[in-house]
């Protein structure tokens, strides 16, 4: 009897590990924001999901019927301390991701206080464009970026424009430097191997006064990395990780190797042999329209299971 007991209490905490710390943000009461929140604003791939034209049982029956599946791939940020809020990555969906930003901010309306861009890839840094003159016709927002980054922005329209026109005021990172952004928010950039034909790669550390977050969206493979990924999780509390394949194969007719990234198998396998509670801090995020995770079943249901989570769109991490 007490070890069926154990059994069941082992199960119920594995899968409670993937809602514990995600509160929907309808759940929330508003009186009591406080301290710093961070928000997962999208978890889907560049593309978004559905995908566009895709013909697969994955995407067509939403895009027949004009439904969303998920946003793209986006954080953000609130301290409610010193009112201010940020985002990381300007996706294509930066509109409604700003509004459900600002839906948890309680000082003044309007643009963010900053925006985190981790490299120039289509889901990353497009939203950018609705901070130009056809759209907000924005102020000097602080736009977070490295240095290729940055040259790309500056020389390459319609971004330049951006700069030109002083709707984004570009603020430089350096890997490994430590930006203060309040007296409660610490941001790093950790230079990370990619496919970076117009400008470096970055994952970001998030440093709160209570908490911390790793941020690592893209990446080639762990493999490739000068840092450890098990020893960078286990430095914070929640870590964010490139989840855009589930496993090999999972694109037939096209070679996976052009496309490189850690599959979720692979991730799972390098951290089988650690802790429940190192796996538990690990939500996987960047979902390309193809990875069943974004579909829960047996996917979901697996890395449940062996301790992992998924990001959910509208959860909030205290930090």
Request: glycine share 6%; with cysteine; hydrophobic share 40%.
């Given at each position: ?145 490295m240095p290729r980054m940055k040259t ?164 909030i991490f205290r930090l």
């Amino acid at each position: 009897m007490r070890a069926l007991l154990f059994l069941f209490l082992s199960i119920v905490t594995l899968y409670a590990c993937d809602t514990e710390v995600q509160t929907p943000e309808k759940e929330l009461d508003p009186a009591k924001m406080e301290g710093v929140e961070l928000i997962v604003l999208g978890i889907a791939q560049d593309a978004g999901f559905p995908q566009t034209a895709c013909e697969k049982d994955c995407c067509k029956a939403l895009l027949q019927n004009g439904d969303k599946g998920a946003l793209i791939t986006s954080l953000g940020l609130v301290d409610h301390t010193n009112h201010t809020r940020y985002m990381f990555e300007a996706s294509p969906d930066f509109p409604e991701q700003l509004a459900k930003l600002n839906a948890r901010h309680l000082g003044d309306p309007g643009v963010c206080d900053g925006i985190f861009i981790t490299h120039a890839h289509m889901g990353h840094y497009t939203g950018l464009m609705y901070l130009g003159r056809e759209s907000v016709g924005a102020s000097k927002v602080p736009v977070y970026c490295m240095p290729r980054m940055k040259t790309y922005l500056t020389n390459n329209g319609p971004w330049s424009q951006l700069v030109q026109l002083e709707n984004i005021n570009i603020r430089n990172l350096e890997s490994n430097s430590l930006i203060t952004l309040d007296t409660n928010l610490i941001v790093e950039a950790i230079e990370v191997p990619h496919r970076d034909e117009f400008s470096e790669t970055v994952g970001f550390r998030i440093t709160g006064p209570k908490k911390s977050a790793l941020f690592i969206p893209d990446i080639d493979k762990w493999s490739r990395w000068d840092l450890d990924i098990k020893e960078e999780v286990s430095k914070v509390d929640y870590a964010f990780l490139d989840a855009t394949f589930y496993s090999n194969g999972e694109i037939p007719g096209r070679d996976m190797s052009e496309i490189p990234h850690p599959f979720v198998e692979e991730t799972m396998d390098l951290f089988s042999n650690t802790s429940i509670e190192l796996r538990k801090k690990i939500y996987f995020i960047h979902l390309n329209h193809t990875n069943p995770l974004l579909r829960g079943g047996d996917a979901l249901r697996e890395i449940n299971e062996k301790g992992f989570n998924t990001a959910k769109e509208g959860a909030i991490f205290r930090l």
